[in-house]
């Protein structure tokens, strides 16, 4: 349960990112690509930890073996993005764009990131992004191949495989009543394509 918190803490964190960098996107006269570039990041970040955090509020995938490994990563992947967002956020960097604008480093409402800082983040950020991918798409195979392996130890009926009426020459006609609504779909189907 501490992972799945950690999680949500780390998609809402990212969400609040991403909002702070829209409003420097809006406000700061000429926004350059390296916020966009920012934001288009940690957006993405956000994408791929909601479809963990889907993963994990799913009752049917229960062995998640890769994913629940990442729970170091994921605490990781936290830290950084605070860090970020204590960097970024400009409730948090008043007082050290008033030492830069003091020595004339920066405008009054800037992007308080270098192209240095901006290109080591986003590096960073599809670091978190490629590990939970990779463990999110190797748990989903793992479930997709044990339900087929399920369904191959299911057991064939007899005589109730599609087709198999062509080894019975003598009943190759639906017993009355079966298949009647597919059989009015194909019907109204054919009406309303041909009519």
């Not at 916020?35 to 957006?43: C, E, S």
């Not at 990779?134 to 195979?141: K, V």
């Given at each position: 349960?501490?992972?799945?918190?950690?999680?949500?803490?780390?998609v809402q964190l990212a969400g609040k990112?991403?909002?702070?960098?829209?409003r420097y996107i809006n406000e700061v006269r000429y926004a350059n690509q390296d916020?966009?570039?920012?934001?288009?990041?940690?957006?993405s970040?956000?994408?791929?930890?909601?479809?963990?955090?889907?993963?994990?509020?799913?009752p049917n995938c229960s062995d998640l073996t890769n994913t629940q490994n990442l729970a170091g990563a994921v605490f990781q992947c936290l830290s950084t993005l605070e860090d970020l967002k204590e960097k970024i956020d400009p409730e948090s960097t008043r007082s050290r764009m008033r030492r830069r604008l003091a020595i004339g480093l920066c405008s009054a409402f800037g992007w308080p990131l270098d192209h240095h800082e901006v290109a080591e983040a986003i590096r960073s950020i599809e670091q978190y992004r490629s590990c939970f991918s990779?463990?999110?798409?190797?748990?989903?195979?793992r479930s997709l191949?044990?339900?087929?392996?399920?369904?191959?130890?299911?057991?064939?009926?007899?005589?109730?495989?599609?087709?198999?009426?062509?080894?019975?020459?003598?009943?190759?006609?639906?017993?009355?009543g079966t298949r009647t609504e597919l059989?009015?779909?194909?019907?109204?189907?054919?009406?309303?394509?041909?009519?």
């Open positions: 349960m501490e992972f799945a918190a950690s999680v949500i803490a780390v990112i991403a909002e702070i960098c829209g916020i966009i570039r920012f934001q288009q990041q940690i957006k970040l956000e994408e791929v930890l909601q479809s963990l955090r889907n993963l994990l509020d799913d990779l463990a999110l798409q190797i748990d989903q195979m191949m044990n339900e087929k392996l399920c369904l191959d130890r299911l057991r064939i009926a007899k005589g109730a495989a599609f087709d198999s009426y062509e080894n019975d020459k003598e009943h190759t006609e639906c017993l009355p059989l009015r779909e194909i019907e109204e189907h054919w009406k309303v394509n041909h009519f």
